[in-house]
């Protein structure tokens, strides 16, 4: 760089407020200009829905940064209301419109960086554009909404989509005092999970007051004297749209710029373009799953700051590299989390990657004999020919990010199941247990690989399977599966001869321990046994 090096990054918040402050702290000599085209460039967009339910009342907690202070602090020159409508790529000038008054201006640059974003879905349906339908992407879709509730005194409101806007809205309709009917599309919500992992979640909605009506797409929304009808069905005072988004590409397909296959930028591991004067970043391009090893969207904040910080390194000269995602998440609805890292079995099987087994486990998040223990609900999946951990789903109230994290820093590293049970994790009865749930999903699925502990799901039992309940009486007789024969565990030694030989005996219990002792037992008295993983709390979930 013997000249001062001359960026135009487009679009700010997460990817483009990062890379333009992390350009100016390895080069202070770079002409940096952030063009945005709404008011504010560098602002809390996951806070949005709180800010809407009152959970955060004040709208400029949301505000992270301003065109002065990044002028003030990086003599950076951020222009908000001006849009880059289009690129001369052979010039190297983009074409800028001030949308405050409709002048349009060249602009030259040596380096340029995309960070446009995703916008909300928003299907060619009937009623959309209706007063009283919002989407929640800006600060201003909020102020939008909450003058909406305020003007009609809205009590009711439909929330379109299951995903983390759509969960987080529904949540703060309901501190608002609104009824909510969430209409969901597919057969659960949080569609990237499992769906026997989502099941905890779609009773908890319920019970704080949310009606799902799943497999129910929506198909429009009419005018109905005064109110919204949705669906010609459902009345409400408001809609709001969650249905998921799209990258913004526009103006790098104008440009000539290559799409990817799922249709956000193509970038290599630099985050160059195919123009290599162009990077990109963000929620606006395809980025590899680093397990399934498949390209994808994925639509976070914590990546889309990684690739400023690396795109500022690129353009600075430095080596850097995007090493890929791994979709570490999470949501929390009212006080339970749902959340994941790596791949799920539906990701795994759209990859075509079938050598993997799976265990679940529903431990307390601390040790049961102090108060306040909280069950959680576990799901890991890893590969069965070394045991490299593939993915990780949570559930529960207390806990969820802890276990997700530790695990997600695992996969990073190529971690196996077998370092996983010699995790190294604090203990203090009220933070977890000196064998902690993590180190126990580590020893089931160990176990497994060691030859220990055959494992069976319940949603792969083989037709007119031998079920085996080492329950307690009283628990077989509130629930129990079709057709399976009861053998508390403490009995079972002195019960074999009622058990086939020659037979598989599928074994359950409520949520794997017992069934794993009963398996030990068996296989060492000549028994073919299997231990259901996560026993019938996780059956409870499948239904």
Known sequence: MK????????????????????????NEHASITVYDRGPFVSFANCGLPYHVGGVIPNEASLLLASPQLFHDRFRIDVRVHHEV??????AKTVTVRNLLTGTEF?????????????????????????????????????????????????????????????LEMAENLRHLGLEVILVQSGPQVMMPMDKEMVAPLHAHLEQHGVQLRLNTALTGVAQSGGKLRVNDAIETDLVILGLGVRPETSLAKAAGLRIGQRGGIAVDAHLRTSDPSILAIGDAVEVRDVITGTNMLLALAGPANRQGRIAADVIAGRDSAFRGVQGTAICGVFDLAVAQTGATEKSLRRAGITE???????????????????????????????????????????????????????????GTVFDLEEAELCYAPQFGAAKDALNYAGF????????????????????????????????????????????????????????????????????????????????????????????????????
Request: net charge neutral.
């Open 106 to 166: 060249e602009d030259a640059y040596d380096v340029l960086v995309l960070s446009p974003g995703a916008a909300p879905l928003k299907p060619e349906l009937p009623g959309l554009d209706l007063p009283g339908v919002f989407t929640v992407r800006t600060i201003p879709d909020t102020r939008e909404i909450r003058g909406w509730i305020d003007k009609t005194n809205a009590k009711h409101a439909v929330v379109a989509g299951g995903g983390f806007i759509g």
């Open 444 to 543: 089931i699925a160990a176990n497994h690989l060691r030859g220990d502990l055959p494992l069976a799901h319940w949603d792969a039992l083989p037709e007119g399977a031998f079920l085996l309940d080492v329950r307690d009486e009283d628990e077989f007789a509130d629930s129990h599966a079709a057709g399976a024969v009861n053998i508390p565990l403490p009995q079972l030694r002195d019960r074999l001869t009622e058990l086939p030989r020659g037979k598989t005996l599928h074994v359950y219990c409520g949520v794997g321990q017992r069934a794993y002792y009963a398996v030990r037992l068996l296989t060492q008295h000549g028994f073919d046994a299997h231990d259901i993983s996560g026993g019938w709390t996780t059956a409870e979930m499948m239904k």
């Open 356 to 414: 993997y087994e799976k265990v679940y486990l529903h431990p307390k998040h601390h040790v049961g004999y102090y108060p306040g223990a909280q069950t959680l609900h576990l799901k890991l999946l890893f590969a069965k020919q070394d045991g490299r951990i593939l993915g990780m789903q949570a559930v529960g109230t207390t806990d969820v990010a802890r276990k997700i994290d530790v695990v997600s820093a695992l996969i990073q590293k190529g």
């Open 85 to 90: 409508v289009s690129i001369q790529r052979e």
């Open 3 to 26: 000249k001062p090096l001359k960026t135009i990054i487009v679009g700010g918040v997460a990817g483009g407020a990062s890379c333009a402050a992390r350009l100016r702290r390895l």
